[in-house]
């Protein structure tokens, strides 16, 4: 089949995307590899999600506004029956070309044919990862959905950001939990946060390790570089959050190019967000709008 418009990722941005377009009478097809609202989805449970920057107005026809993974999700798979927009999911695309004025969209499913295309994907299903011996053991994850499941174990948190601080948080309470940070102390961290971590730490109940970094992961333990020595730590369980990146390898084989070689360079698109191929557009987050809203 033939439609007018094909959006790859279904997270804010593309269903946004999706939606706009429904309303303006166009086909759509909107294409995810994992669940609708990814990102969202591997939050957290009952996360509370910020709608920031405050003075930028919703220009959606999605409902947005602060609140719990749970409120904000359900809220998007309302809109997604009341608009009508048709979701294959999971669905991964690996290709996509341009001919004589045609898309055509190869996933590890079908193959699609549209006439413009909307590149939706984020980066979070992109993560950083360690690039060290035994990331690839089955105890460690780049996600942490439930930390509620996890007691009486040792826990490692690699990564000293946000969102690996609630991490640390929420873990501590029924863990033994220790957080591997790259920087000599926690660094650009939300006020709370900062103060959380920090009270936990003096009181022993986490264990910080700055200036610190993987050196290789065994079953059962970590081994921590640290300036001055390797430090052997018992581990049950390691989560890795050390952020993503764009998935510029895809991008430029779809055609896309980007603003310089620079490895944070991002996507080279016009005032609407078409990028070098025209009728191809880049939303969101690999367009550099990391925020739901700036997004949306």
């Known amino acids: 089949m033939m439609y007018d418009l094909l959006v790859v990722g279904g997270g804010p941005s593309g269903l946004s995307a999706a939606a706009h377009a429904k309303k303006a009478g166009m086909s759509v097809l909107v294409?995810?590899?994992?669940?609708?609202a990814n990102t969202i989805f591997n939050f957290q449970k009952q996360k509370h999600v910020m709608a920031e920057p405050g003075t930028i107005p919703l220009r959606s026809d999605l409902h947005f506004e602060a609140g719990t993974r749970e409120a904000i999700l359900q809220n998007w798979h309302d809109a997604i029956k009341q608009y009508h927009i048709p979701i294959n999911r999971p669905e991964?695309?690996?290709?996509?070309?341009?001919?004589d004025g045609l898309f055509t969209i190869q996933s590890d499913k079908a193959a699609y044919q549209a006439r413009h295309i909307i590149l939706a994907i984020g980066i979070q299903g992109n993560p950083n990862r360690l690039g060290k011996p035994g990331e690839d053991l089955p105890f460690v994850s780049y996600k942490l959905a439930d930390p509620s499941i996890y007691e009486n174990k040792d826990i490692m948190m690699v990564g000293a950001g946000d969102a690996a601080i609630e991490g640390v948080l929420a873990l501590c309470e029924k863990n033994r939990v220790t957080v591997v940070n790259r920087n000599s102390e926690f660094f650009r961290l939300k006020d709370a946060l900062d103060r959380q971590i920090s009270e936990k730490v003096k009181a022993r109940q986490v264990v910080a390790y700055h200036n610190a970094a993987i050196d290789r992961i065994e079953p059962g333990y970590a081994y921590?570089?640290?300036?001055?020595?390797?430090a052997k730590v018992k581990?049950?369980?390691?989560?890795?959050?050390?952020?993503?990146?764009?998935?510029?390898?895809?991008?430029e084989k779809c055609g896309i190019t980007f603003a310089s070689k620079e490895r944070?360079?991002?996507p080279a698109v016009s005032e609407h967000y078409e990028s070098n191929v025209p009728g191809l557009f880049v939303i969101g987050a690999v367009a550099g709008y990391n925020l739901i809203k700036q997004g949306m």
């Open 264 to 266: 944070n360079a991002l």
């Open 31 to 36: 294409l995810d590899q994992g669940e609708v």
């Open 235 to 251: 581990t049950d369980m390691v989560f890795v959050r050390i952020g993503a990146s764009l998935p510029r390898p895809f991008m």
């Open 92 to 99: 991964a695309v690996r290709q996509i070309a341009k001919a």
């Open 224 to 230: 921590v570089a640290l300036p001055d020595r390797i």
